[in-house]
């Protein structure tokens, strides 16, 4: 496994010890203040990005409310009494209708932003993303088990719960299948994805089949990806598997960026692996699950996003991990707002609507990766 172009210099700035001699590679000269400059513009802008369209986004609807409206409402809200507040019924759906879904398409995104960035990183594969490799049907099959069998063990975390053990066995298999002579192989990880899209979707289908009318809904709200059913009920429950899926970005973000030396240098510069590996996958499986729980299938953001946040800031994982999460809250928010008004007032499932935009992108990334490697042979 090869490091990816830009990520000794990254690592260089971070002041990174260097053949274990504890020689220090201070981040000094033009090179290294424009590279954490790029950064903070990076951050700060996609935040900036991500408020003003999520104010866009909760104005935007059957009942339009105007954007200045929306914020005067939520500053109001954080006890600031800044502008005009909408009236009682245009209050009523920003609260009860319009914010919830925002912020549950803000949770999702940033989610499968974030796990997308660190499957690319612990894979060490361009190519690897939750919907790709299979970890998302995965996810979706252990939801759709509950909804089939009518389990209710935990109560509304029985479809988490569920999701996210399929979603971690799912992870799990497609590592252990797709590693070989300690690499991740391109052809195996993208032949393992179709081989467990097929098999979940063979699961999926027979228990489409024998379900009743109901369950049939839930499922293809559950196969093509929405977030229209959100509450804040549903907002309250993904929140702290969102937190502790993001808690490993500040402990393991400089680890991953010495994985990308390979094993072998990155274990002799102190890292452990193996835990590492474990934990990354686990927080991975806990965000793709809690994503699919709540929303369903939705492809290609964590392809998407962490690629396009390279092209800007470099392969560094101090900055690729948050600003995939926010990249990814900002890009699915988006998505969502396209899916309920290109074609209002039908709703074009979100899924289907992130599948067209990631599809090419993917179809992209396939041939440049291709051609860099000279073929697959």
Not at 118 to 125: A, I, L, S
Not at 261 to 284: F, K, N, Q, S, Y
Not at 306 to 327: F, K, N
């Amino acid at each position: 496994m090869t490091a990816p172009s830009g990520a000794a210099d990254d690592r260089g700035g971070s002041g990174a010890e260097a053949g274990g001699r504890g020689v220090r590679v201070p981040a000094t000269g033009r090179r290294g203040a424009l590279r954490r400059l790029r950064a903070a513009l990076l951050l700060t802008g996609l935040a900036c990005g991500l408020v003003m369209v999520s104010v866009v986004a909760a104005g935007v609807g059957a009942y339009p409310i105007p954007a200045g409206q929306v914020a005067a409402s939520i500053l109001h809200a954080l006890g600031l009494e800044v502008g005009t507040p909408p009236d009682q019924i245009a209050h009523t759906v920003l609260w009860d209708v319009r914010l919830p879904r925002v912020v549950l398409a803000v949770m999702v995104g940033a989610a499968l932003g974030s796990a997308g960035a660190m499957m690319q990183g612990v894979f060490g594969n361009p190519l690897a993303e939750p919907g790709v490799i299979g970890v998302s049907s995965g996810a979706a099959v252990g939801a759709i088990v509950v909804i089939f069998t009518g389990l209710t063990v935990l109560g509304h975390w029985t479809i988490i719960a569920s999701s996210f053990v399929f979603g971690l066995a799912t992870t799990l298999f497609v590592y252990v299948f797709a590693r070989s002579r300690g690499r991740t192989e391109v052809v195996t990880l993208l032949l393992t994805g179709i081989a467990v899209n097929a098999v979940a979707g063979a699961a999926i289908g027979l228990m489409t089949n024998f379900s009743q009318d109901a369950e049939i809904q839930t499922i293809t709200f559950w196969q093509l990806g929405s977030v229209s059913t959100a509450t804040w009920s549903k907002v309250a429950a993904i929140t702290p598997c969102l937190l502790l899926g993001l808690a490993v970005i500040p402990f393991y973000a400089r680890r991953l960026d010495l994985l990308a030396l390979g094993e072998g240098p990155a274990r002799h510069l102190g890292v452990d692996v193996e835990r590492m590996r474990l934990v990354i996958i686990g927080a991975m499986a806990l965000l793709t699950s809690a994503a699919v729980a709540f929303a369903g299938i939705v492809a290609f953001i964590g392809l998407v996003v962490p690629h396009i946040i390279r092209m800007v800031s470099g392969p560094g994982h101090r900055v690729l991990l948050p600003a995939g999460a926010l990249g990814g809250g900002l890009l699915l928010l988006a998505a969502d707002l396209l899916a309920r008004t290109v074609a209002a007032p039908v709703e074009i499932p979100l899924g289907v609507v992130t599948a067209a935009l990631g599809g090419p992108f993917f179809f992209y990334l396939l041939h440049r990766t291709r051609v860099r490697q000279g073929g697959w042979s």
